[in-house]
């Protein structure tokens, strides 16, 4: 009864903690439940995909004369939309990260396709 939401009885029902904004565990699930492992586990998930996104990157890329390999959208997308649908949240995740450079914020398919990635 004390996860019923339709329970009237006021006295089983859990109440939730009150956090605020300065708190460690404001915004966070709790700790040990599903719903933080999920969190864990889309995180790692979505690592992979950046790393296997460099890898790709290295591989099709050209070698610059500063030493960094460089490709352009275009073909990165080409290459890398086979393995996910999703080459632009990673790449901007990657971005993040600091592991790839490319300029603007948003890289569409067709108008963007001359626009250089570098594998940082």
């Not at 329970?7 to 709790?30: E, F, I, M, Q, W």
Request: aromatic content about 6%; glycine content about 10%; charged content about 25%.
């Amino acid at each position: 009864q004390r996860k019923n939401p339709f329970s009237n009885d006021n006295r089983l029902a859990s109440k939730p903690v009150p956090t605020h904004r300065g708190d460690p565990t404001y915004g966070r699930p709790v700790e040990g439940s599903q719903t933080e492992q999920r969190g864990k586990d889309a995180h790692s998930h979505v690592g992979k995909e950046v790393e296997e996104l460099c890898l790709i990157i290295r591989s099709t890329g050209e070698v610059g004369e500063d030493g960094h390999v460089s490709v352009t959208f275009g073909q990165l997308f080409e290459t890398y939309v086979t393995i996910s649908n999703k080459v632009v949240g990673i790449l901007l995740r990657a971005r993040k990260h600091g592991l790839v450079h490319f300029e603007g914020e948003m890289l569409w398919q067709g108008k963007d396709d001359d626009v250089v990635i570098t594998l940082l």
